[in-house]
Structure formats: structure tokens, C-alpha cells
T-cell receptor
Framework: KAGVTQTPRYLIKTRGQQVTLSCSPISGHRSVSWYQQTPGQGLQFLFEYFSETQRNKGNFPGRFSGRQFSNSRSEMNVSTLELGDSALYLC?????????????FGPGTRLTVT | GENVEQHPSTLSVQEGDSAVIKCTYSDSASNYFPWYKQELGKRPQLIIDIRSNVGEKKDQRIAVTLNKTAKHFSLHITETQPEDSAVYFCAASKGNAGNMLTFGGGTRLMVKP
């Protein structure tokens, strides 16, 4: 099976702009989670979607939002970009909804905000 | 919420030696504990995991142990090789809360040939 894919892989944006990142999970996986990775804060959970419903949300401002489509592909959006939003954004897909199932990460989208 | 602490932050060993990385968690409801390896510029890769109903799990040179009473779990790598050099992350999750993972701060493991 193909792994988790993310597009674009690299992105440069200016403060105040907005950005949309895309994630395609492993075929058959219906749970998609998003994480932000920075040198200072490490890996932090953003949100999780299962069957087009947001199940959990991390401690991030409302500028961060996401959605999931019927084919399980997911997008996350960051509006009014700030310099501190520069990070590697990773998505992970899981087969199961509960029971803490194995999560497989995509290669990430590296976002640079100037 | 859950808090996961990981130590050491850096670990240097000689090739062939063993390496141990330790994590503690705060929420006794956590029941799933994966470990990820992230090489430079690459995605985190799941290397082993353990659930709260198991005390130890092994996969070749890698093993994980879990002490629910003390709320800590450890990764053991034996016969280390240079290709084991990477950043390792522990994480914790409560299965009934979906798949949200809380990660430790990471350990940079350097294996010297």
C-alpha cells in the first residue's frame, strides 16, 4: 500500500496570508491526525478527524482549522499567518478509531512564514 | 491534560553498546505507548508500541517496558549500530479519546562507530 502523502512538501508564505495543506491517508485508513513539529515545542497535536468529524482538538488558536472529506483525505488551514507558525506540519493516519491504534506519518509540509 | 517527559535529551553510545531512553506520563488513563524514530529530514517512523495490558514487548534488538504503577515506560536498544542514530520520541494516548498522541521532547541518539 502507498504510504501517507502530503502536499505541498515546502511552502513559503508571508505574515497575514493563509495556507492550506493536504494529506492523503493510507488506503482504508479513516482517521487522520495533524501535528506541528518545531525545534522549541517538539511534536504537538493539532486535531484529529474520523469519518469527516473532528474528534479531538489540541491547544491551538482558532486560526488553525481542518476538515476531512468523504474519501478520508484531509486538509488543514492556517489563517492570518504569524512568524511562529513556521514549522513542519505532519499528518498521520490510523486504521482504527479508538484503542490507540498505530499511526503512520506522512513526510510533512515544511511551512516558512516570512 | 496528559504530560509526557522524556530523558535524556541526548545520548551518545559506542557501537555495540546498549541504549536506554525513559519516559514518564501523568495521566493514569493512558493505555497506548508508541515509540517513533525520526532520522534527519525524514518522517517519524513507528518502531515499537506497547499497550497497558502488557509489561514488555520485544522486536529483535528493540524492547519496550511499561510500569503502570510508576507511570513510566522505557525503550531499550541492544547492540546499537550507526544506523540507529536518530531522534527517538515516546508518546502516550488514551484509546477512548481517539488517536491523539502526546509526545515526549525527544532523545537524540548518537551511535559512534
Amino acid at each position: 500500500k502507498a504510504g501517507v502523502t502530503q502536499t505541498p512538501r515546502y511552502l513559503i508564505k508571508t505574515r497575514g496570508q493563509q495556507v492550506t495543506l493536504s494529506c492523503s491517508p493510507i488506503s482504508g485508513h479513516r482517521s487522520v491526525s495533524w501535528y506541528q513539529q518545531t525545534p522549541g515545542q517538539g511534536l504537538q497535536f493539532l486535531f484529529e478527524y474520523f469519518s469527516e468529524t473532528q474528534r479531538n482538538k489540541g491547544n491551538f488558536p482558532g486560526r488553525f482549522s481542518g476538515r476531512q472529506f468523504s474519501n478520508s483525505r484531509s486538509e488543514m488551514n492556517v489563517s492570518t499567518l504569524e512568524l511562529g507558525d513556521s514549522a513542519l506540519y505532519l499528518c498521520a493516519s490510523s486504521l482504527l478509531r479508538d484503542r490507540g491504534s498505530e499511526q503512520y506519518f506522512g513526510p510533512g509540509t515544511r511551512l516558512t512564514v516570512t | 491534560g496528559e504530560n509526557v517527559e522524556q530523558h535524556p535529551s541526548t545520548l551518545s553510545v559506542q557501537e555495540g553498546d546498549s541504549a536506554v531512553i525513559k519516559c514518564t506520563y501523568s495521566d493514569s488513563a493512558s493505555n497506548y505507548f508508541p515509540w517513533y524514530k525520526q532520522e534527519l529530514g525524514k518522517r517519524p517512523q513507528l518502531i515499537i508500541d506497547i499497550r497497558s495490558n502488557v509489561g514488555e514487548k520485544k522486536d529483535q534488538r528493540i524492547a519496550v517496558t511499561l510500569n503502570k504503577t510508576a507511570k513510566h515506560f522505557s525503550l531499550h536498544i541492544t547492540e546499537t549500530q550507526p544506523e540507529d542514530s536518530a531522534v527517538y520520541f515516546c508518546a502516550a494516548s488514551k484509546g477512548n479519546a481517539g488517536n491523539m498522541l502526546t509526545f515526549g521532547g525527544g532523545t537524540r541518539l548518537m551511535v559512534k562507530p
